[in-house]
């Protein structure tokens, strides 16, 4: 402490025995004029440097210094570092909340900040979309007030964050959207007010309950066909040999039902499975249209007229074994649904540059709101009628998915009472081109 006071102590002490050598060596009073003057050039001295401070205080700069002398210049040098490591802090800080802002505004879920007392502080971008929230509108109000669902509220001032609250709200741009709120306590006594969309994931939920029900019904009925006769021939002493015909055709049919449920389940398992990429080649679309009209010749045994139109020559690059199971549950599908008399038109050809495998019938036609879930395992449009056919309410799953692997798509339009057109449609990349049509673009014919 006491070096602080060294120099100006020795300045004075000067100053002091100066003025005493030359009242000793003239008078007094030209003693006391000279300590004057020298004091009055030291105070002046200090109040310019005090006015240099000032001034550097009121508009602080990095790269200049006021220049002082003595002590005052070490304490601007001193001054200085310390402005430029504050100068440095407060852009780290700024950084780091500006990076802070941009990880919170592009976060996929809603995020706000609430004080002790449920105020909000801060929110991003998406709890506009998912809470309504604004944050230059809504910063400093209580949340409630800006969240009026009674279940929030109640959640919200419970105190019990332990499992997340499933919120219903209706936002701009999902409509009816599922949420999952929950409120994370941090620091002192502020919160985090989490939101997420789990509209999906409650309708992939809803689908999986759908399916496992839907399997156990499908299985259940040819069980039960197959135990109510098993249990009857057993308890028949002596069975008349046409019961038994009888008995064994129909649990025969049963079981033929459970087996292609089974297969076309295993079918499906597999196509959703990625640990099993398609061993793809280069294959001739005219064989496997001629198989599948074989198949489907078997299958409609003459109700139906059967025509086949092979604008194309291509072949096509994918696996065989899943475009024939595709094509043929296309094909199957129109057969089963169309009346005994009905047309049923395959083609195979080009549709503005790409290869597309269409299935056009007379028959039944289908309801607009039915084909966007057409594709959905076990969907029917008539549940009675796909039992009297056979299916097994997953042909078309089995077409989207196999589409899907291939990067294609399935188009399907329809008219009720006048029939379907099922397009498969391929990405121009898996069109093979043979010889005969690269001739014919070659010269344009």
């Known amino acids: 402490m006491m070096s602080h006071w060294r120099k100006p102590l020795i300045l004075i002490g000067s100053i002091a025995v100066a003025t005493a050598i030359v009242a000793l060596a003239t008078s007094p009073a030209i003693a006391l004029a000279l300590a004057f003057v020298l004091l009055a050039f030291l105070l002046a001295h200090q109040i310019h440097n005090l006015s240099l401070f000032r001034a550097w205080l009121q508009d602080p700069k990095i790269d200049t210094i006021p220049e002082g002398s003595g002590d005052w210049e070490q304490l601007f040098s001193r ?31 809603a995020v706000a900040i609430l ?67 929950q409120v994370v306590p941090y620091g002192d006594r502020e919160k985090l007010l989490l939101g997420r969309d789990i509209t999906l994931w409650e309708r992939v939920e809803t689908m999986r309950r759908d399916f496992v ?118 094909v199957n599908n129109a057969i089963r649904y169309t009346p005994e008399g009905g047309r049923i038109t395959v083609a195979w050809g080009l549709e503005k540059g790409l290869p597309v495998f269409s299935v056009r019938d007379t028959g039944i036609g289908i309801e607009s709101h039915h084909i966007d879930r057409l594709t959905e395992r076990f969907y029917r449009v008539d549940r009675s009628r796909s039992r009297e056919t056979g299916g097994t309410g997953l042909g078309l799953a089995i077409v989207k998915h196999v589409l899907s692997r291939h990067q294609g798509h399935l188009d399907i339009e329809s008219t009720l009472g006048k029939g379907s057109v099922f397009r498969a449609v391929f990405p121009a990349a898996r069109r093979v081109v043979s010889a005969e049509s690269a001739e014919l673009e070659r010269t344009g014919s």
């Open 115 to 181: 004080d002790e007392d449920n105020v909000l502080e801060w929110c991003n971008p998406k709890a506009l979309t998912y809470f309504g929230l604004d944050l230059e509108r809504d910063r400093g109000h209580q949340v409630t007030n800006l969240m009026r669902q009674p279940q929030f509220v109640q959640y919200l001032v419970s105190g019990d964050y332990s499992e997340p609250l499933a919120l219903k709200v209706t936002t701009a741009a999902h409509g009816d959207t599922s949420l999952s709120v």
């Open 213 to 330: 029900a839907n399997v156990s019904h499908e299985l259940r009925t040819p069980l039960t066909v197959l135990s109510g006769f098993l249990e009857t021939l057993t308890d028949v002493s002596d069975p008349e040999p046409e019961m038994v015909q009888r008995s064994l055709r129909l649990m025969s049919q049963q079981a033929s039902r459970m087996s292609r449920l089974v297969e076309d389940l295993l079918t499906l398992s597999r196509l959703e499975s990625t640990d099993t990429p398609a061993r793809e080649t280069d294959f001739s679309v005219a064989e496997v249209v001629h198989q599948v009209l074989q198949e489907a010749a078997a299958l409609s045994n003459g109700r139906h007229e059967l025509e086949v139109s092979l604008e194309a020559t291509d072949d096509l690059h994918g696996n065989p074994d899943e475009i024939r199971s595709a094509f043929g549950n296309l």
């Open 79 to 109: 001054l200085l570092r310390m402005h430029k490591r504050q100068a440095q802090t407060e852009n780290s800080l700024q950084e780091a909340l500006s990076r802070f802002l941009q990880a919170g505004a592009a976060f996929p879920e």
